[in-house]
């Protein structure tokens, strides 16, 4: 009763620290948490409203909290009005201070302002023609808020409300064959990731998975269930030594023991020589030198990749010298007016139209130019 | 110089106070309009493709207008569409921009194939069907379709197939340094003259048929089948240093093409007949996007224009 009293006391007492300022007469804000001094990984509970007060022009609001090292936080619920002139903002966030002693909580704020115009402008747009919200952007500086944060006994694992279940299959089983284990902390609180929950000295094989977490926080809290799945293994009868986890639950301000008892295995012997592995861990037979003949086959891709490369850029380089035979000499080798008609055209250059004609002149009208003249004239026009 | 001829002078002028330069282009258009053929035209942006294919319009007062092609258009945005009138619940037809005479498909090769192939129909056809009705494309009708070639991302290359259906191919090059001079000088002082209607549809269609009797002997229409015939085989002419580079020689589209293209360049010159530069000074446009090139060219940049060089280098002139 007394215990119910002072948790009554405690939640009634929570200090609700309120601050509200007025922000160039635009809007007000006002910062509240349900407790000021929590225990160590104790969830707090930070709300913060923002009030448009200035109803002429259209306000936009990012908030969020700093990311420090010694606590830790989520958002879990944003509520804000549809009246781009009246905006009413509520955040809502978890917090998990993370060591003892004075913990300051950071903030970020931004105000931005902005005119029905834009925000009109900026819906226009579509996924092919996004068009941007322009605002005016100014940074308020939030005071940090000190939490004082008591700290907890030294060999508490958990803190929240907790439960730990067990399965265990067999107690009985032949040498080396595997013994699943398994068990699941389920509770509210903060999540539970435990590394080592089993004694460092066992004298048996232990084969363990990374623990499977499943963490949903919310305006409750955060509900937890963490299930860790490992096996044992062993060639003679061995004990798996009894595991405690102190836990702590800030709520009742009571400390309390997850238990499971130890557990006797008991072994049976197998004849070694039918086993297909005989020895643990065996000396590898030879040298693994596959990776360089991956090496060796990315080196050779590579070369042959370049020398293709090179290969048809020395190709055009020697094709080019052979193919491109100066026009000059061509004019100077040609044999007779059909054979330089046959270059002229060839050439396809407006240059020589009126050789052209000349040359056609001569060979199929009355044109009297021998081939001489007509080359002469040919090459005057290069 | 006949009257005709004297009209092609008056519309190359008149062509001129918009376009400065680019002679090789305005005669490949006048090729394309005066054999009834579709031109394409590849070249780099701001080289006086659509101001040509105005000016044209606006000198022969043709009917112009201007396709962009995007990824994202479809054929009804070409040919049209049957467009539902909730008032007396029925279907109108909507007409698309395809029922024009000159008609500029600017960077054609980004639409997709069923777009391209939508287009190319018409052109082929000349006929255009929406819902149950088909219409006739009223002539002349010239389709000049422009390519960008140096952007290579988000295109859809022309099939060999399609590109058949192009009478020629021009590849528009820059203007000399003195024309940009006066190029620069004329925007400047906005002071590009207004370009006059100088011919009529009927003139135009006189034009044509002035270009059926060009004369062309029969040694030199033996000598255009064999120009075709060595890009299909070049060995069979003795050009064994092209047979590697020709994958796919020219269709006899390119023959018809290449008879009807020189007779017009000997028109386009003041000349009654048709002489073996006529057919050098066209055979290039005609095949240049015909030659399907093989690997080994392409690795080597052997272009389709290297190659007609050749073959008209090495066969011999009637």
């Not at chain 1, 020395?314 to 046959?342: A, D, V």
Request: aromatic letters at 8%; glycine letters at 4%.
């Amino acid at each position: 009763m007394k215990h119910n009293l002072g948790r009554l006391v405690g939640i009634l007492c929570l200090v609700y620290f309120s601050v509200t300022l007025l922000q160039a007469e635009d809007f007000t804000y006002d910062l509240r948490v349900t407790k000021t001094n929590p225990y160590v990984k104790e969830a707090v509970f930070l709300t913060f409203d923002v009030n448009q007060t200035n109803h002429d022009i259209v306000l936009l609001f990012d908030f969020d909290l700093v990311k420090k090292e010694n606590y830790s936080y989520q958002r879990v619920d944003i509520k804000e009005t549809n009246d781009a002139h009246d905006l009413h903002i509520r955040y809502t966030y978890l917090i998990y201070p993370l060591q003892d002693g004075e913990v300051d909580i950071h903030f970020k704020l931004r105000k931005r302002v902005t005119t029905e115009d834009s925000v009109a402008y900026s819906f226009s747009g579509d996924r092919d023609n996004v068009k941007g919200l322009v605002t005016k952007d100014y940074s308020i500086n939030l005071p940090p808020f000190m939490l004082h944060v008591k700290p907890l006994q030294k060999d508490i694992l958990l803190v929240g409300d907790f439960t730990l279940e067990y399965s265990l299959k067999n107690h009985q089983a032949k040498a080396y064959e595997s013994l699943p284990f398994n068990f699941t902390l389920k509770g509210k609180g903060y999540p539970p990731r435990l590394n080592n929950i089993l004694p460092k000295d066992i004298k048996f094989t232990l084969f363990s998975e990374k623990p499977n977490v499943h963490a949903l926080s919310s305006k409750e809290g955060t509900h937890s269930t963490v299930n860790y799945t490992m096996a044992l293994s062993h060639d003679k009868d061995f004990t798996l030594p009894a595991i405690s986890l102190k836990a702590f639950n800030p709520l009742s301000e009571k400390t309390y023991t997850l238990h499971i008892p130890s557990q006797n295995f008991k072994i049976t012997e197998v004849n070694k020589t039918t086993l297909v592995d005989k020895v643990n861990i065996p000396p590898l037979l030879k040298e693994n030198w596959s990776w360089s003949k991956t090496l060796f086959s990315y080196f050779i891709v590579f070369i042959s990749g370049y020398l293709t490369a090179r290969a048809i850029h020395w190709q055009k380089k020697s094709s080019k010298t052979e193919t491109i035979h100066p026009l000059r000499e061509k004019i100077k080798l040609s044999k007779n007016k059909k054979e330089l008609l046959q270059i002229l055209m060839a050439h396809n250059n407006q240059h020589f139209s009126s050789c052209i004609n000349m040359l056609e002149d001569s060979l199929y009208a009355n044109g009297k130019m021998s081939l001489k003249e007509l080359k002469e004239e040919a090459l005057n026009l290069l | 110089m006949n009257i005709m001829n004297e009209k092609i002078v008056l519309l190359k002028k008149e062509l001129s106070k918009a376009v400065i330069g680019q002679e090789n282009m305005i005669n490949g258009l006048l090729i394309g309009l005066l054999c009834d053929g579709h031109v394409l035209v590849e070249g780099v942006p701001g080289l006086a493709k659509t101001t040509t294919i105005n000016a044209l319009s606006r000198a022969i007062k043709l009917d112009t207008k201007r396709i962009q092609f995007t990824p994202d258009l479809l054929p009804s945005d070409i040919i049209g569409a049957q467009v539902y009138n909730p008032k007396d619940h029925s279907f109108s037809i909507k007409r698309g921009p395809i029922f024009t005479n000159l008609l500029l498909a600017d960077e054609i090769n980004r639409a997709p194939a069923k777009v391209q192939s939508a287009l190319l129909e018409v052109m082929q056809e000349r006929q255009v069907t929406i819902g149950d009705e088909s219409f006739k494309i009223a002539a002349p009708f010239l389709v000049m379709a422009t390519q960008n070639p140096i952007e290579q991302e988000g295109v859809y290359r022309l099939p060999e197939a399609q590109l058949d259906r192009f009478m020629i191919k021009i590849v528009v090059k820059h203007n000399s340094e003195e024309e940009e001079i006066d190029i620069m000088r004329k925007a400047a002082k906005k002071s590009f003259d207004p370009v006059q209607a100088v011919l009529t549809i009927d003139d135009l269609q006189m034009l044509q048929k002035e270009i059926e009797t060009i004369h062309t002997d029969p040694e030199l229409e033996h000598y255009m089948v064999q120009l075709i015939a060595a890009t299909r085989e070049p060995e069979r002419f003795g050009l064994e240093s092209i047979v590697d580079s020709i994958m796919f020689g020219a269709s006899p589209r390119a023959s018809i093409d290449l008879y009807k293209a020189s007779r017009a360049q000997a028109f386009l010159k003041g000349k009654s007949f048709v002489s073996p530069s006529d057919i050098a000074e066209v055979i290039h446009k005609v095949l240049r996007h015909r030659i399907v090139l093989s690997y080994e060219a392409r690795a080597q940049a052997i272009t389709s224009d290297d190659l007609i060089s050749t073959i008209i280098e090495t066969l011999p002139v009637p």
